[in-house]
Every structure is written in C-alpha cells, then in structure tokens.
C-alpha cells in the first residue's frame, strides 16, 4: 500500500507524462504541418495585420514546433513554456477572437499548459535537471 500512495504522489512522474503529452501533441500536431509555413499562414497573418508575417509565421512554427519538442524532452521548459504561452495567447486572442470559445479552446488549453510549466517547471525526469542548474 505504501508503493502505490509513493506512486500516485509522484508529481514529478507527473510532470513527465504532461509534458510527453502536450509537447509532442503541439509538435507534431500543429508545429510540423507549419513547417515550412505554407503561404496560407502567411496570408492569414497578412490579413489580420500583423506585423511582418513571412518572420512571424516562421515564429509561430519554430515556436510550435521547437517548443513543444522542448517541452516534451524537458530542455529550457520554462523558456519553450513562454515562448509557445505567448503564441497561445496570441493565437486565442487575436487569431480566433471572433470565434465562439469551442473553437479558441484548444489554443486557451495550451496557454494554460504553458503557464502550468513556467510555475512548476521540467519535474527531475527532464534534461533540465540535468543540464540546467536551478
């Protein structure tokens, strides 16, 4: 009984399986079919005024893609966390803000993932704990 009540409070495990979880799902869902960004990307940047969108559409590739690997490996978590926290608030707030909230969700579930790490960080099972010194 004691294994399991160590097991279940394990929030570093935790923290491994989250981060597995999200950052592979952002990466490879949504960061690598931006990869190059495809000219739609860019057109919708350009057409809702951003500034720069050929850069920005590479910003929010790398951010997606190269974050979420990151995230995932546990490697600078809490600046991939920002990083793609930002493009999340961009995206549910300037991307979708027209859009009923079902469709911003997913966008709002990432940001809060993101700020989840940038308070609690990589956990022991990352290359964080072991590269970076706290």
Known sequence: MEKLKQFTRNSDLGLLIF??????AMALTHGLG???P???????LTSMGLPMPGIMSWVV??????????IAVGLCTRFAAAILGFTML???????AADPFGVKELAFFY???CVLLIFTGAGKYSLD???CKK
């Open 38 to 44: 495809p000219e739609r990307l860019v057109e919708g």
């Open 19 to 24: 981060r597995l979880f999200v950052g592979l």
């Open 111 to 113: 940001l809060a993932a």
């Open 34 to 36: 931006k990869l190059p």
């Open 129 to 131: 704990s072991k590269v």
């Open 61 to 70: 590739a790398l951010a997606e893609f190269g974050g979420g690997l990151l």
């Open 90 to 96: 961009v995206a549910g707030f300037v991307v979708h």
